[in-house]
């Protein structure tokens, strides 16, 4: 009924093949709205089951799917919702590896995911190839949406740096409305996107304060592209060629990340100053990228070959046969 969406506009969103990374608090909202909206297919993308402290905020779940795939419990809840939608549940992790895969046939990408080497994964690809990319973070009871890549700039180009430390929702917790609200618009932004609304969201942010109750935005369409000098790529993309540095200690990393890795700190690193070979690779790996990424931009002061980084995420606890 929509006179700027009409007929026309809805058989855009039939047509439309969107890919979700994460199935959790941001995208609980968002995939109904979208499965509601008529999107024509869809690919959840998540490697994680349904725990008892995200029920706050992922509101897709019950506690009787505690321990099941996410993914799973979402494709089933939301053809529920539109039998008409296509949905393909993936039982995996976004990485390095995969993600140009998983991206090649999207028309656009929604990046629900609770960790910025994802996020900057997704945009570095994304960028690339011209596929828009909606991406949101939120923490505590502030957070932000926007629109990137495509016919805008990417995502290092509004966040070149990454912040201090590493806080995720797990450790830093979150207010559920907040990513409710932070949700939502993201599922706005995508149908925009399909529908060609203009002004477009791609090039637009928008942030959200709940503890002043404020918000903001702004439209970063000529920001300038950085270069992407570190990039990240998965542990199986490590070669014996390669320099490689393990930044996680021995009880938060019993097995490094390649045999041949040397172990050291952040702290031994900057004393160090250790130092590839003409010609060499360095690989630095930590649990969520920023150490590796604190320790790339160190190894860049005095070092001018190429540097990657690896996220190697939590290591699950071991089982009753492993202990």
Same mark, same amino acid.
């Given at each position: 009924?929509?006179?700027?969406? %009409?007929?026309?506009?809805?058989?855009?969103?039939? $047509?439309?093949? @969107?890919?979700?990374?994460? +199935?959790?608090?941001?995208?609980?909202?968002?995939?109904?709205?979208?499965?509601?909206?008529?999107?024509?297919?869809?690919?959840?993308?998540?490697?994680?089951?349904?725990?008892?402290?995200?029920?706050?905020?992922?509101?897709?779940? *019950?506690?009787?799917?505690?321990? *099941?795939?996410?993914?799973?419990?979402?494709?089933?809840?939301?053809?529920?919702?539109?039998?008409?939608?296509?949905?393909?549940?993936?039982?995996?992790?976004?990485?390095?590896?995969?993600?140009?895969?998983?991206?090649?046939?999207?028309?656009? @990408?929604?990046?629900?995911?609770?960790?910025?080497?994802?996020?900057?994964?997704?945009?570095?690809?994304?960028?690339?190839?011209?596929?828009?990319?909606?991406?949101?973070?939120?923490?505590?009871?502030?957070?932000?949406?926007?629109?990137?890549?495509?016919?805008?700039?990417?995502?290092?180009?509004?966040? =070149?740096?990454?912040?201090?430390?590493?806080?995720?929702?797990?450790?830093?917790?979150?207010?559920?409305?907040? #990513?409710?609200?932070?949700?939502?618009?993201?599922?706005?932004?995508?149908?925009?996107?399909?529908?060609?609304?203009?002004?477009?969201?791609? %090039?637009?942010?928008?942030?959200?304060?709940?503890?002043?109750? *404020?918000?903001?935005?702004?439209?970063?369409? +000529?920001?300038?592209?950085?270069?992407?000098?570190?990039?990240?790529?998965?542990?199986?993309?490590?070669?014996?060629?390669?320099? #490689?540095?393990?930044?996680?200690?021995?009880?938060?990393? =019993?097995?490094?990340?390649?045999?041949?890795?040397? $172990?050291?700190?952040?702290?031994?690193?900057?004393?160090?100053?250790? +130092? =590839?070979?003409?010609?060499? $690779?360095?690989?630095?790996?930590?649990?969520?990228?920023? *150490?590796?990424?604190?320790?790339?931009?160190?190894?860049?002061?005095?070092?001018?070959?190429?540097?990657?980084?690896?996220?190697?995420?939590? +290591?699950?606890? =071991?089982?009753?046969?492993?202990?």
């Amino acid at each position: 009924m929509l006179p700027e969406i %009409g007929p026309a506009g809805q058989a855009t969103l039939k $047509r439309a093949h @969107v890919l979700v990374i994460g +199935t959790g608090g941001l995208a609980a909202p968002a995939l109904q709205y979208l499965v509601g909206a008529g999107i024509g297919s869809l690919s959840l993308v998540d490697g994680d089951r349904v725990s008892l402290s995200n029920l706050h905020r992922q509101t897709l779940f *019950r506690e009787d799917d505690l321990g *099941r795939a996410k993914v799973d419990v979402a494709a089933q809840t939301l053809r529920g919702l539109n039998s008409d939608v296509q949905i393909r549940p993936l039982c995996t992790s976004l990485n390095p590896q995969n993600a140009p895969e998983l991206i090649e046939n999207a028309d656009i @990408v929604l990046d629900c995911a609770d960790g910025f080497a994802v996020s900057y994964t997704l945009s570095d690809i994304c960028h690339d190839r011209g596929v828009p990319l909606i991406s949101a973070s939120v923490l505590g009871a502030v957070g932000y949406v926007g629109g990137f890549c495509g016919a805008a700039p990417s995502l290092r180009a509004v966040f =070149p740096d990454l912040p201090d430390r590493a806080a995720t929702c797990a450790t830093a917790g979150v207010m559920g409305p907040v #990513v409710g609200m932070i949700g939502a618009a993201q599922a706005q932004m995508v149908l925009g996107v399909l529908l060609g609304q203009s002004p477009s969201p791609l %090039g637009q942010i928008l942030s959200f304060d709940m503890n002043t109750l *404020r918000n903001s935005g702004f439209r970063f369409d +000529t920001a300038p592209e950085p270069v992407a000098d570190f990039t990240f790529i998965s542990a199986d993309q490590i070669t014996q060629a390669d320099f #490689v540095i393990e930044l996680r200690g021995t009880d938060e990393a =019993p097995i490094q990340v390649a045999p041949h890795a040397q $172990r050291q700190s952040l702290s031994q690193m900057r004393s160090i100053n250790p +130092t =590839p070979d003409t010609g060499q $690779r360095a690989v630095l790996a930590c649990r969520s990228g920023l *150490r590796a990424w604190q320790a790339a931009t160190h190894l860049r002061s005095y070092w001018n070959g190429e540097i990657q980084l690896i996220a190697m995420g939590d +290591t699950p606890p =071991p089982t009753k046969e492993e202990k």
